[in-house]
């Protein structure tokens, strides 16, 4: 089975722009979560979907959104970008169940803000 | 909110000896407690994993045990070797894959 795959890799924007990552999971998997890694706050949670629905919430602002679409491929937007954006964008992907399940990552998008 | 504590921070040790890093959590309603490895550059990877109705667990060289009435698990890593550098992260899931991670502890085999 191919892994998660996150595009692109690495994007440089400057500030008051805003951005589109995208996440593939792997195949079967329906849950994608997307999480902020930086050197001082490590990984944080900003968001979780399931079938095209957000199930859960981080503790970020509005400016960071996400969408879930029919083949469970999902995109994260971050608008009006601050310098303190700059962060490594991970996704991870899991199978369903009543239980939480093993994540596996992507690669991540490397985000720099200019 | 969760709140996770790891520590240490840093950590290094011998070559063949045992690594010990510990997690504690603030959520009782947590039920599902991974433990991740991250290498330079690369994805954070699962590499052991333990539920609320397990005391311990063990995979060969690691091992993870949990202690719900304190809320604190820890990992176990014994014969450490060179290739076990890198840094880990515990974490505490609650919900709907809802997550919160400790901050790191980069550990450093030397041989």
């Known amino acids: 089975k191919a892994g998660v795959t996150q595009t692109p890799r690495y994007l440089i924007k400057t500030r008051g722009q805003q951005v589109t990552l995208s996440c593939s999971p ?3 998997h329906r849950s994608v979560s997307w999480y902020q890694q930086t050197p001082g706050q490590g990984l944080q ?7 095209e629905t957000q199930r859960n919430k981080g503790n970020f602002p509005g400016r960071f959104s996400g969408r879930q679409f029919s083949n469970s491929r999902s995109e994260m937007n971050v608008s009006t970008l601050e310098l303190g954006d700059s962060a490594l964008y991970l ?6 169940g009543n239980l939480n399940q093993p994540q596996h990552f992507g690669d991540g998008t490397r985000l720099s803000i200019l | 909110g969760e709140n996770v504590e790891q520590h240490p921070s840093t950590l290094s040790v011998q070559e063949g000896d045992s690594a010990v890093i510990k997690c504690t959590y603030s959520d009782s309603a947590s039920n599902y ?3 991740y490895k991250q290498e330079l550059g690369k994805r954070p990877q699962l590499i052991i994993d333990i539920r609320s109705n397990v005391g ?3 995979d ?8 719900k009435t304190a809320k604190h698990f820890s990992l176990h890593i014994t014969e450490t070797q060179p290739e076990d550098s890198a840094v880990y992260f515990c974490a505490a899931y609650r919900g709907y894959q809802k997550v919160t991670f400790g901050i790191g502890t980069k550990l450093q085999v030397i041989p």
């Open chain 1, 26 to 28: 792997i195949s079967g």
């Open chain 1, 45 to 51: 949670f900003l968001f979780e979907y399931f079938s």
């Open chain 1, 91 to 96: 996704c991870a992907s899991s199978s369903e």
């Open chain 2, 33 to 35: 407690f991974p433990w």
């Open chain 2, 56 to 58: 311990e667990k063990k």
């Open chain 2, 60 to 67: 060969q060289r690691i091992a993870v045990t949990l202690n």
